[in-house]
């Protein structure tokens, strides 16, 4: 072998004989062990330069199998106690010695354990932003909660008086209709101003995770229109909002509002002291992803607020009535779903778009049928079609427990799509459903000759139909709800029995 | 314990003498000794206990930035530093000097290897000057000649 190539390398190399006895090594093999040419002479074999890896044994594991021997990552000791991570690869020569290369990875171990810490670091940080700026905005819209809370006390104040002067004037019977309104009046006061107490507390809770659920858009957008309600109608704004029903898509749902009232309080700000006022909530679809559009006609934003209206701590309000971290933190929340904020050209006011995933494609991407992963037999993929994000969340739950995945689809037609583009193992689908029933799915299934097993979730089919859809379209059986855990792990386990 | 980098710098008639002590490694940081706007600058490593290849990366940045036309004088150069420079193109810009290091010494009586201070000058044609111990022992040079002066050439090209 020429040496001369060996002594350019930029790694500590060697050779052995069968013992271990060093017979060459490079420059950098005496600068990685800081041992002098005098030292190396003197060892009888080159594991007196370190402790911590049995190295005579991977070379006799080399020797025996005449084959290159790697060791797994391990950590030596040398002689001054320094540690090393490394990785030691044997090759075996044809004059029965040894090349012995050692790769040094104790930088890139330490730089790694420092990425790990500042990242966990950061996300702590980011979350605390986020606490602030909720605690901020809640701080802002304070007065108006105040209001909203005031005007349903005084009601049931009011209304309180008049139910004792009722009752004080001692003849019940010929004036119950009038005490049961006084009843249902403070029933509604109460809870009205429960309802806001609570919805300030789902907003202020601190999550440590970002806990995900399957949610509706409609849920989340009403929240925030109901937390910020005092605020709209004091500084009179008509809001329209989207009419649809059940936009399900996966995400936090308090983050998920959290972007909503920013986005709303912004258009707000803006149309302060202004006649007219007007915020339009629109949802749109696409194949993939829902858009939401909020559009205001406010003052709108100038150019030169436009290039920077994303980037933290940029506002245009006045000092002490804006942190500047609305959009930024709105931003990231949207982009850890995958979606997008962008601000549309707009002749009036402003108009920002929110275009966030669809929960099928969320979890499509998310299961291991994207990611090429093999499972065994005993593992399922479950479609599940529900437009209800309560029984998703549940089934979720339940499902990923029991240690099978769960793909999720809202109603007919996009369970179709994804039963066209990938293999599940079995079906779950609610009966009736907006816009196709369960049988509709059924059919279109078995018309593809598709074998799939489909199970029914229903609390309102008759007995009739279900015997007709199992000859007619196989169907497997049906789960009432409300069901259980167990419940559905009795059909997981026949499902994994007929599998195998 | 972690043996960040400490720099002090003294800076007198546009000559900078700076005296680096602890580890140079990624979390080193120079921006106390960035755009200095001195014609000289004296760097002294004899406190530095440690660098590593990132560490090497940071100096290497921090040196290009450096005016051109300054004067780069190292000092007091541990064996790990030298180390460096020899496997490190970069490591030493041109128009650098090595004014001193520390080249290791054998002492065959104590059984022991000293680092003794060296000058550039005393190497002449690649050879290690005689040293001797306080008792008057030869010491032997400790390391491959050719290898350990290497950083000389690149000094002078």
Same mark, same amino acid.
């Given at each position: 072998?020429?040496?001369?190539?060996?002594?350019?390398?930029?790694?500590?190399?060697?050779?052995?004989?069968?013992?271990?006895?060093?017979?060459?090594?490079?420059?950098?093999?005496?600068?990685?062990?800081?041992?002098?040419?005098?030292?190396?002479?003197?060892?009888?074999?080159?594991?007196?330069?370190?402790?911590?890896?049995?190295?005579?044994?991977?070379?006799?594991?080399?020797?025996?199998?005449?084959?290159?021997?790697?060791?797994?990552?391990?950590?030596?000791?040398?002689?001054?106690?320094?540690?090393?991570?490394?990785?030691?690869?044997?090759?075996?020569?044809?004059?029965?010695?040894?090349?012995?290369?050692?790769?040094?990875?104790?930088?890139?171990?330490?730089?790694?354990?420092?990425?790990?810490?500042?990242?966990?670091?950061?996300?702590?940080?980011?979350?605390?932003?986020?606490?602030?700026?909720?605690?901020?905005?809640?701080?802002?819209?304070?007065?108006?909660?105040?209001?909203?809370?005031?005007?349903?006390?005084?009601?049931?104040?009011?209304?309180?008086?008049?139910?004792?002067?009722?009752?004080?004037?001692?003849?019940?019977?010929?004036?119950?209709?009038?005490?049961?309104?006084?009843?249902?009046?403070?029933?509604?006061?109460?809870?009205?101003?429960?309802?806001?107490?609570?919805?300030?507390?789902?907003?202020?809770?601190?999550?440590?995770?970002?806990?995900?659920?399957?949610?509706?858009?409609?849920?989340?957008?009403?929240?925030?229109?109901?937390?910020?309600? +005092?605020?709209?109608?004091?500084? @009179?704004?008509?809001?329209?909002?989207?009419?649809?029903?059940?936009?399900?898509?996966?995400?936090?749902?308090?983050?998920?509002?959290?972007?909503?009232?920013?986005?709303?309080?912004?258009?707000?700000?803006?149309?302060?002291?202004?006649?007219?006022?007007?915020?339009?909530?629109?949802?749109?679809?696409?194949?993939?992803?829902?858009?939401?559009?909020?559009?205001?006609?406010?003052?709108?934003?100038?150019?030169?607020?436009?290039?920077?209206?994303?980037?933290?701590?940029?506002?245009?309000?006045?000092? +002490?009535?804006?942190?500047?971290?609305?959009?930024?933190?709105?931003?990231?929340?949207?982009?850890?779903?995958?979606?997008?904020?962008?601000?549309?050209?707009?002749?009036?006011?402003?108009?920002?778009?929110?275009?966030?995933?669809?929960?099928?494609?969320?979890?499509?991407?998310?299961?291991?049928?994207?990611?090429?992963?093999?499972?065994?037999?005993?593992?399922?993929?479950?479609?599940?079609?529900?437009?209800?994000?309560?029984?998703?969340?549940?089934?979720?739950?339940?499902?990923?427990?029991?240690?099978?995945?769960?793909?999720?689809?809202?109603?007919?037609?996009?369970?179709?799509?994804?039963?066209?583009?990938?293999?599940?193992?079995?079906?779950?689908?609610?009966?009736?459903?907006?816009? +196709? @029933?369960?049988?509709?799915?059924?059919?279109?299934?078995?018309?593809?000759?598709?074998?799939?097993?489909?199970?029914?979730?229903?609390?309102?089919?008759?007995?009739?139909?279900?015997?007709?859809?199992?000859?007619?379209?196989?169907?497997?059986?049906?789960?009432?709800?409300?069901?259980?855990?167990?419940?559905?792990?009795?059909?997981?386990?026949?499902?994994?029995?007929?599998?195998? | 314990?972690?043996?960040?980098?400490?720099?002090?710098?003294?800076?007198?008639?546009?000559?900078?003498?700076?005296?680096?002590?602890?580890?140079?490694?990624?979390?080193?940081?120079?921006?106390?000794?960035?755009?200095?706007?001195?014609?000289?600058?004296?760097?002294?490593?004899?406190?530095?206990?440690?660098?590593?290849?990132?560490?090497?990366?940071?100096?290497?940045?921090?040196?290009?930035?450096?005016?051109?036309?300054?004067?780069?004088?190292?000092?007091?150069?541990?064996?790990?530093?030298?180390?460096?420079?020899?496997? =490190?193109?970069?490591?030493?810009?041109?128009?650098?000097? =090595?004014?001193?290091?520390?080249?290791?010494?054998?002492?065959?009586?104590?059984?022991?290897?000293?680092?003794?201070?060296?000058?550039?000058?005393?190497?002449?044609?690649?050879?290690?000057?005689?040293?001797?111990?306080?008792?008057?022992?030869?010491?032997?040079?400790?390391?491959?000649?050719?290898?350990?002066?290497?950083?000389?050439?690149?000094?002078?090209?």
């Amino acid at each position: 072998m020429n040496l001369s190539y060996l002594d350019s390398i930029f790694e500590p190399i060697a050779l052995v004989d069968e013992s271990g006895k060093l017979t060459y090594y490079n420059h950098y093999f005496s600068s990685f062990f800081k041992a002098s040419p005098r030292v190396l002479k003197k060892i009888k074999g080159i594991n007196e330069l370190f402790s911590g890896f049995d190295i005579l044994d991977l070379l006799s594991k080399s020797k025996e199998s005449n084959s290159i021997q790697v060791s797994k990552e391990v950590l030596i000791n040398l002689n001054d106690m320094s540690e090393y991570h490394v990785v030691f690869k044997i090759v075996p020569q044809d004059d029965q010695q040894y090349l012995i290369c050692i790769n040094d990875i104790s930088i890139e171990k330490n730089l790694y354990t420092k990425y790990r810490y500042q990242i966990d670091e950061l996300k702590s940080i980011h979350n605390q932003i986020i606490q602030a700026d909720k605690l901020t905005t809640i701080g802002e819209i304070t007065a108006s909660i105040s209001h909203e809370v005031s005007n349903p006390l005084t009601i049931a104040s009011g209304t309180l008086e008049l139910l004792k002067a009722l009752t004080e004037e001692g003849d019940l019977d010929s004036q119950s209709e009038m005490i049961n309104t006084c009843i249902n009046d403070i029933d509604e006061s109460f809870s009205r101003i429960n309802s806001i107490i609570k919805g300030m507390k789902n907003f202020l809770h601190q999550n440590e995770e970002d806990h995900l659920e399957y949610i509706a858009i409609e849920d989340s957008l009403n929240s925030a229109l109901n937390l910020l309600e +005092g605020t709209i109608k004091q500084n @009179n704004i008509k809001v329209t909002s989207p009419q649809s029903e059940n936009s399900i898509v996966f995400a936090n749902p308090t983050k998920l509002e959290q972007v909503f009232i920013n986005l709303v309080k912004n258009s707000v700000d803006a149309l302060s002291n202004q006649a007219d006022s007007e915020i339009e909530i629109k949802l749109n679809q696409t194949n993939v992803c829902y858009e939401i559009d909020f559009i205001d006609n406010g003052i709108g934003i100038n150019d030169e607020s436009k290039a920077k209206i994303f980037e933290s701590f940029y506002t245009t309000k006045d000092v +002490g009535e804006g942190t500047g971290l609305g959009l930024a933190i709105s931003t990231k929340i949207i982009e850890s779903y995958q979606g997008s904020i962008e601000l549309v050209d707009s002749n009036k006011g402003a108009h920002f778009k929110i275009t966030i995933p669809k929960m099928e494609l969320t979890s499509v991407s998310n299961t291991t049928l994207a990611s090429g992963i093999d499972t065994d037999s005993n593992f399922l993929s479950i479609l599940v079609v529900d437009n209800e994000p309560k029984i998703l969340n549940l089934l979720n739950n339940y499902i990923s427990e029991l240690g099978h995945q769960l793909i999720c689809a809202s109603n007919i037609l996009e369970a179709q799509k994804t039963i066209d583009n990938y293999d599940v193992d079995l079906i779950i689908t609610d009966f009736f459903m907006p816009q +196709g @029933n369960g049988d509709e799915l059924a059919k279109a299934i078995r018309d593809k000759q598709i074998e799939t097993p489909i199970y029914y979730l229903s609390a309102k089919i008759e007995d009739s139909k279900l015997k007709q859809d199992m000859d007619k379209f196989n169907i497997s059986g049906l789960i009432d709800k409300p069901f259980e855990k167990k419940d559905i792990e009795e059909v997981l386990c026949k499902v994994v029995g007929s599998k195998k | 314990m972690s043996d960040k980098l400490s720099i002090e710098t003294v800076i007198e008639k546009g000559v900078a003498d700076i005296k680096l002590s602890g580890q140079i490694d990624e979390d080193s940081d120079f921006a106390t000794i960035t755009n200095i706007g001195c014609h000289t600058l004296n760097f002294n490593f004899d406190k530095v206990t440690l660098i590593n290849s990132c560490g090497v990366r940071e100096w290497i940045n921090y040196i290009e930035g450096i005016e051109e036309n300054a004067k780069i004088i190292y000092h007091n150069c541990p064996q790990i530093v030298i180390e460096q420079i020899n496997m =490190v193109h970069g490591f030493i810009k041109k128009g650098t000097k =090595v004014e001193s290091f520390y080249a290791p010494y054998y002492s065959e009586d104590d059984d022991d290897v000293v680092k003794i201070l060296l000058r550039t000058d005393e190497i002449v044609e690649g050879k290690a000057p005689e040293k001797k111990s306080e008792s008057g022992e030869e010491l032997e040079f400790d390391a491959i000649e050719a290898q350990y002066f290497q950083f000389i050439s690149q000094m002078d090209s």
